[in-house]
């Protein structure tokens, strides 16, 4: 009986062997991670939300990525480094801007 409960186990180790990165991965392994600083960004809040502000806050918080926040959005609580949000209401106005 022993052996028998032994089997799976020896079987879900082999699935955890790394694999090898797949070839045109967007993030470099040698390549430091960004760091988002939406300090300069704040300008925007009170404004409304454009691509032309995004394509500024992006440029500003020196993120990779930007990810808008509608109004009653539920977002992925994951943190990403090298991520702004820029959170907007009903109005389309621009009410908070914060990495992660």
Do not use: H
Not at 33 to 38: E, I, Q, R, T, Y
Request: hydrophobic share 40%.
């Amino acid at each position: 009986m022993i052996r028998t409960a032994a089997l799976p186990l020896a079987l879900l180790a082999g699935a955890c062997i790394p694999m090898d990165r797949p070839t045109g991965s967007l993030d470099a392994p040698d390549a430091p991670p960004a760091s988002c600083n939406a300090t300069e960004a704040q300008q925007f809040i009170g404004r409304t939300a454009t691509s032309s502000i995004g394509k500024s806050v992006l440029a500003m918080s020196d993120a990779r990525v930007l990810r808008w926040g509608p109004p009653d959005s539920v977002f992925t609580m994951d943190y990403r480094q090298d991520r702004v949000n820029v959170i907007y209401d009903a109005q389309d106005v621009i009410t908070r801007i914060y990495c992660g």
